[in-house]
């Protein structure tokens, strides 16, 4: 099994900073399928980045994916009042079992 | 859009087993992977498993055969029966649809999900 771990575990910025998520993997992710999510208080994630780095449809170009191998980073250009959230990467290169990692909060400094 | 929702007993004695039922509704349910995520309160996300709409259940090993998963097309639903729950599995539990990682792949992202449903297991 993959075991992804994120860090910070918190992120603590201000709107208009940029934010570095890291995702590092316990192992090679296959083929980098590795994608990320956004989830807000009460609500369920939504998709913004598969495949490392190919946004989903509708998410604004601030998000960026990159990495490869064991380590990958979601990169928010400018945060806006509304990315302020817990983000997660998922791996989905070597399964079973599909695997999340324990997540980053984004939080208003 | 297509939409997912989630439904099934708030409630579940443990030993019990746990059914819930996710209603596809604004698209086919046909030709996709349909899967299950949990998530304990204040805590990550755990993959249950999927299964794609004519069967094929690809199951997440550490379940073991606790999960059992079904579509039924003519409803447009599909269903996750989980068996001898404990407290551990009191979580909210979502619905979601599988994006494929490419052809000939069993695994993928989530691009659609449900609002979720808490499920607590409590006598």
């Known amino acids: 099994e993959i075991v992804l771990t994120q860090s910070p575990g918190t992120l603590s910025l201000s709107p208009g900073e940029r934010a570095t998520l890291s995702c590092r993997a316990s192992?090679?992710?296959?083929?980098?399928?590795l994608a990320w999510y956004q989830q807000k208080p009460g609500q369920a994630p939504r998709l913004l980045i598969y495949?490392?780095?190919t946004r989903a449809t509708g998410i604004p170009d601030r998000f960026s994916g990159s990495g490869s191998g064991t380590d990958f980073t979601l990169t928010i250009s400018r945060l806006e009042p509304e990315d302020f959230a817990v983000y997660y990467c998922?791996?989905?290169?070597?399964?079973?079992?599909?695997?999340f990692g324990q997540g980053t909060r984004v939080e208003t400094k | 859009q297509v939409q997912l929702q989630e439904s099934g007993p708030g409630l579940v004695k443990p030993s019990e087993t746990l059914s819930l039922t996710c209603s596809v509704s604004?698209?086919?349910?046909?030709?996709?992977?349909w899967s299950w995520i949990r998530q304990p309160a204040g805590k990550g996300l755990e993959w249950i498993g999927h299964?794609?709409?004519?069967?094929?259940?690809y199951n997440n090993p550490s379940l073991k055969s606790r999960v059992t998963m079904s579509v039924d097309r003519s409803k447009s639903e599909f269903s996750l029966t989980l068996t001898s729950v404990t407290p551990a599995d009191t979580a909210v539990y979502y619905c979601?649809?599988?994006?494929?990682?490419?052809?000939?792949?069993?695994?993928?992202?989530?691009?659609?999900w449900g609002r979720g449903t808490l499920v607590t297991v409590s006598s």
């Open positions: 979601a649809r599988l994006a494929l990682a490419g052809p000939g792949s069993r695994e993928g992202f989530f691009d659609l």
């Open positions: 604004g698209g086919s349910i046909g030709g996709y992977y």
């Open positions: 299964i794609y709409t004519s069967g094929s259940p």
């Open positions: 192992q090679s992710v296959s083929s980098s399928f």
């Open positions: 495949s490392t780095s």
């Open positions: 998922q791996q989905y290169g070597s399964s079973p079992p599909i695997t």
